[in-house]
């Protein structure tokens, strides 16, 4: 079992910046694939980016490529998303996601989700 905890959010104006974090508790953590998603309002939940393991391998949605930057330190059961030059419509509701499956964008294969933390990037 892995219990997520997203902080970080907040208002930014556009071209601004946030770092997310999200804290999992389980003695595990490194065995888990880690995702970040994003659900604006009236949207469907969708892949932002995801980071293997043992941090060797991301992958982003290309939305965010160039813009965020994953990472994670597993000593302190940790994973971090650093988003600059934030645009509105990166508005959105912000998960954290631990999935034990392959490494992929899909979350059906995340099998556990933070509560989220909300980002609102103002024009």
């Known amino acids: 079992q892995v219990q997520l905890v997203e902080s970080g959010g907040g208002l930014v104006q556009a071209g601004g910046s946030l770092r997310l974090s999200c804290a999992a508790s389980?003695?595990?953590?490194?065995?888990?694939?880690m995702g970040w998603f994003r659900q604006a309002p009236g949207r469907e939940r969708e892949f932002a980016t995801a980071?293997?393991?043992?941090?060797?391998?991301?992958d982003y949605a290309d939305s965010v490529k160039g813009r965020f930057t994953i990472s994670r330190d597993n000593a302190k059961n940790m994973v971090y998303l650093q988003m600059n030059s934030l645009k509105p419509e990166d508005t959105a509701v912000y998960y954290c996601?631990?999935?034990?499956?392959?490494?992929?964008?899909?979350?059906?294969?995340?099998?556990?989700w933070g509560q989220g933390t909300q980002v609102t990037v103002s024009s």
């Open positions: 389980g003695r595990t953590f490194s065995s888990y694939i």
């Open positions: 996601a631990a999935g034990s499956a392959s490494f992929t964008r899909n979350a059906n294969w995340y099998n556990y």
């Open positions: 980071i293997s393991r043992t941090g060797g391998s991301t």
